[in-house]
């Protein structure tokens, strides 16, 4: 781990890739906090803004609506894990599908 060392008062390089870096609990709640509100503000404001354009007085709540939809989708778009390709299993199970027998001790069923 002598590279990951920093010269002595030098800093510790960063990560090439955003693949590399390895964020805290912290950075995913202040980026799932920071989507959310911003969904909620850009989409509400402007169904505001059409709301007093239009004259109506609903077009605030749809888009306040929409903005959370849309925050959420994006949330679980970039924080769930990812989907496993199909057709490719866990090696769990025999071909054709079929689980195989649970082993007791010694081999026996």
Do not use: E, K, S
């Given at each position: 781990m002598a590279e990951d060392t920093?010269?002595?008062g030098g800093t510790r390089p960063r990560p090439k890739t955003p693949d590399q870096?390895?964020?805290s609990g912290a950075d995913v709640g202040w980026g799932i906090t920071g989507t959310m509100l911003s969904g909620i503000i850009v989409?509400?404001?402007?169904?505001?803004?059409?709301?007093?354009?239009l004259g109506t007085q609903f077009l605030a709540l749809v888009g306040l609506l929409l903005g959370l939809g849309?925050?959420?989708y994006l949330i679980i778009m970039k924080y769930a894990p990812p989907v496993p390709p199909?057709?490719?299993?866990?090696?769990?199970?025999?071909?054709?599908?079929?689980s195989s027998q649970p082993r007791t001790q010694k081999g026996h069923r």
């Open positions: 920093p010269a002595r870096q390895q964020h989409w509400g404001g402007a169904g505001l803004a059409l709301d007093r354009w849309v925050a959420i199909a057709g490719r299993g866990t090696g769990h199970n025999r071909p054709g599908g079929r």
